[in-house]
């Protein structure tokens, strides 16, 4: 079976509502646009996987149960399709919580989705949230690097992907290859789907976090040291953010600010017996866990939108 499932590259928001149908059911667990701030009995938390739904769900547990915990609500977790899905989710109040990626957080944000970052995703203990996208080929490819990709099968994650599409398309315009008509471009989902397909040279090239390619698919055997070679890598990118919608209730939004800022992390949820064994993760990319920002932090984001004028970015 195929490892590649293409999808259909997003157009105008309008299109990506349809996609948002896979967060429908969540729909009645946060409480219906009314005037003044909402304190609802369930909040529904969203997020796109970087590998498969189950993985993702298994993954979030823990900080499921510290949310529980924390703020006395039931907590919904709902695995999306795309990243537009968790926009327009959030934009019609059905998502409250959102993981998102650095570019869907500045595309929802540029499209009018009230919601704010309370934090980013962390690597390490004390060091800095970010991480870069790595441009790949299979072992042994004669291609070496993004000027070689001209006519090439190219995997991508998600158009809303900023590791898996914005910044690797800014370094192939800088190339001189148009990401959108100089190589053929394929959508895979997922930053391990785009990986698999490169290694088994279903795709000649293609971008995904790094995070996947050095530490998430070796440490599952998925990938075997060799197996790819990294011919790119960008610079540091912002960490994906989480953001709450603003018209959550203020002592609602302060106690799920707390959470990710100071317990959302490897230490906080072992030491308190959030985990059935051991946390080796805070959430499905393996992170230690969660650190405070500001929605500046993404302005290096908005700035390769500018260079690039991809229409996923939105207004800017």
Not at 1 to 12: Q, Y
Not at 26 to 54: H, K, T, Y
Not at 262 to 280: E, P, S
Request: aromatic share 6%.
């Amino acid at each position: 079976m195929s490892l590649i499932i293409p999808r259909r590259v997003l157009g105008a928001l309008a299109v990506a509502c349809t996609a948002a149908l896979a967060l429908a059911a969540c729909g009645q667990s946060a409480a219906p646009q009314a005037a003044g701030a909402r304190n609802p009995d369930v909040l529904v938390f969203a997020a796109v996987p970087s590998e498969n739904a189950q993985a993702l769900q298994q993954a979030y547990q823990p900080l499921i149960a510290l949310l529980t915990k924390e703020t006395g609500k039931q907590i919904r977790f709902q695995p999306a399709t795309d990243y537009a899905a968790v926009i327009e989710a959030q934009r019609s109040g059905k998502v409250d919580i959102a993981q998102y990626g650095p570019l869907s957080y500045v595309l929802a944000r540029n499209t009018g989705v009230k919601a704010s970052p309370i934090a980013a995703q962390l690597a390490t203990k004390g060091g800095e949230s970010g991480y870069r996208s790595y441009g790949i080929v299979p072992a042994g490819s004669p291609i070496h690097d993004l000027a070689s990709l001209r006519g090439k099968k190219v995997c991508f994650v998600d158009p809303n992907s900023t590791s898996g599409h914005l910044y690797p398309s800014a370094a192939l315009l800088d190339a001189g290859i148009n990401p959108d008509k100089d190589v053929t471009p394929v959508m895979t989902g997922g930053h391990d789907a785009s990986v698999l397909a490169v290694a088994s040279g279903q795709c000649d090239a293609g971008f995904a976090e790094d995070y996947m390619v050095d530490k998430i698919l070796p440490s599952k055997g998925q990938l075997k040291p060799g197996q790819v070679t990294v011919l790119w890598r960008s610079d540091v990118i912002p960490g994906s953010p989480v953001a709450i919608s603003d018209d959550l209730d203020p002592a609602l939004k302060a106690k799920i600010t707390d959470v990710f800022q100071n317990k959302a992390n490897i230490d906080y949820l072992n030491a308190n017996g959030f985990c059935a064994t051991r946390c080796t993760g805070a959430d499905d990319a393996g992170d230690w866990g969660y650190v405070k920002v500001a929605d500046s932090f993404y302005d290096g984001v908005r700035k390769v939108c500018s260079t690039t004028r991809d229409k996923q970015c939105g207004a800017t």
